[in-house]
């Protein structure tokens, strides 16, 4: 089989300093076909044997097609919009301009129903990165990622070091949502101590549940397996394109040699045995396939697997039923991928505090940044392109937010109190009263979006605006 080159270089791509080369949203300047269409329309997903989702996904997929472009190498986008209302395409970790990065706030174009739009970007910086919907459904659960509009997109870097033999694409996702009154996701055994309740505080607001569970829009056990061959390096990129659910994942009798977060590459490779992504994160991990057998992989939370999350991993010349192995207890880690070192001093530190207000039975909760909710009034904070900003998240809440910096990458620099360096993100997941401290320097004029990405989190108040000059 070929060797296809890794993405061990990319450590050189220039993601925090400024964009070379502009986007166009003029339609008029670019006759011809497009580089890359897109259709929004409704699907039929046939996620289990008996069991079809019906949802709006891309070119009439779930997830998307894979879009593979080349680093710094313009191209002509198509987006077509085949359904009733306006929608939002978000080129997810790329630094683009704001007016076809995909969000409402940034001003960015928005397809119209039944209407198309072409504009042209340029792909950077390089690595796993992905496209989805970018509307706030609010309580409407048949819109906005809960849907299927999601898809890979791959920047192939200009110079590769590195090799592998397979590469494989998966994405997570859950369906069938539902409201709770109750805490949905697992026991979040990283949170910080918690401060003692208030007396007068009303009880927590709707959760959101799911009774079915993806791989790639099938139900494991569904569809086709992972074919291996025993001595091959598979690299996987996995991507939680999940609304709302943080996850964790592993393949039974294999480890996972973690090489990039978010598309960008880690100062030191490690491996582990359970991977686990906030909603919207990616990991490229390598799996030396010396274990010959069918295993599964997916999720160590037995209910959701059984419903559906995993993907069975056979090696070629073997068969039969598919084998779980629960996988030993560990605690995710972002530092020790990074570089154990202090990272220069910020020119400025932004404190940027997470809270909560809860909406009590039969409502929603309401989320805050700073003691404030978003006002689309409100005037934008100004950060100088160039400047190296100290973003520190301060999650005062119990729940974990994985939050997103649109149109940038930062660097991790503290995690709970560990130092570190080197390590490049778009989204990072705060656990329950923690606190993660992140560097950036804007790389691109415009309005620039931070959010948390959990959907009821952002559709409820936990969103804040830039404008970088």
């Known amino acids: 089989m070929t060797r296809r080159e890794l993405i061990g270089s990319l450590a050189g791509a220039a993601i925090l300093s400024g964009c070379r080369t502009p986007d166009t949203a003029d339609s008029e300047l670019h006759a011809g076909p497009a580089d890359v269409t897109l259709r929004i329309a409704p699907v039929l997903v046939d996620i289990a044997k008996g069991h079809t989702i019906s949802t709006i996904g891309y070119n009439g997929e779930v997830p998307g097609p894979l879009i593979r472009l080349k680093e710094g190498v313009p191209v002509t986008v198509d987006l077509f919009n085949d359904t009733d209302a306006p929608e939002l395409v978000h080129w997810h970790g790329q630094i683009v301009s704001a007016a076809v990065d995909g969000a409402a706030e940034q001003k960015s174009l928005a397809v119209p129903a039944r209407g198309h739009i072409r504009y042209r970007l340029t792909p950077q910086p390089p690595g796993a990165r992905f496209v989805h919907t970018h509307v706030m459904p609010m309580s409407d659960t048949c819109r906005g990622t809960y849907t299927g509009q999601f898809a890979f997109v791959y920047i192939e870097p200009k110079n590769n070091a590195g090799q592998y033999d397979q590469e494989v694409f998966l994405a997570t996702h859950e369906w069938e949502p539902f409201f709770g009154a109750e805490e949905m996701e697992e026991s979040d055994e990283d949170a910080g101590p918690a401060p003692p309740k208030k007396p007068d505080e009303k009880p927590n607001g709707w959760e959101i549940g799911y009774q ?7 139900c494991l056990g569904f569809g086709e397996p992972v074919r291996v061959k025993e001595g091959q390096r598979v690299l996987f990129h996995i991507l939680n394109a999940s609304a709302t659910e943080n996850i964790k994942l592993a393949l039974s009798g294999h480890r996972f040699t973690v090489v990039a977060l978010d598309g960008n590459p880690v100062p030191h490779p490690q491996a582990v045995d359970v991977l686990e992504l906030g909603t919207a994160e990616r990991i490229s991990a390598i799996v030396e396939m010396n274990n010959p ?5 997916g999720t160590p939370m037995d209910d959701d697997r059984k419903n559906g999350m995993g993907i069975v991993i056979e ?11 629960k996988p030993p207890k560990s605690v995710w880690d972002y530092t020790v991928f990074g570089e154990s070192r202090t990272a220069p001093n910020p020119d400025e530190t932004i404190p940027l505090v997470f809270g909560k207000i809860n909406g009590g039975t039969g409502h929603f909760n309401h989320w805050t940044v700073n003691g404030k909710e978003f006002d689309e009034k409100d005037t934008p904070r100004v950060l100088t392109r160039g400047k190296r900003y100290r973003l520190v998240f301060d999650n005062h809440t119990d729940d974990p937010h994985p939050v ?17 360096a080197g390590m490049l993100k778009d989204v990072v997941l705060v656990k329950g009263f923690r606190k993660v401290e992140a560097d950036v320097t804007p790389a691109m004029d415009g309005l620039t979006l931070f959010h948390c990405h959990q959907q009821l989190h952002m559709d409820y108040g936990f969103k804040l605006l830039f404008n970088v000059t």
């Open 315 to 325: 090696y070629g010349g073997r068969s039969g039923e598919p084998r779980w192995i």
């Open 293 to 297: 057998g069918v295993w599964v992989l």
């Open 212 to 218: 079915r569970f993806t791989i790639n829009g099938k």
């Open 404 to 420: 997103h910096l649109h149109r940038n990458s930062f660097e991790l620099v503290n995690v709970y109190g560990k130092p570190t």
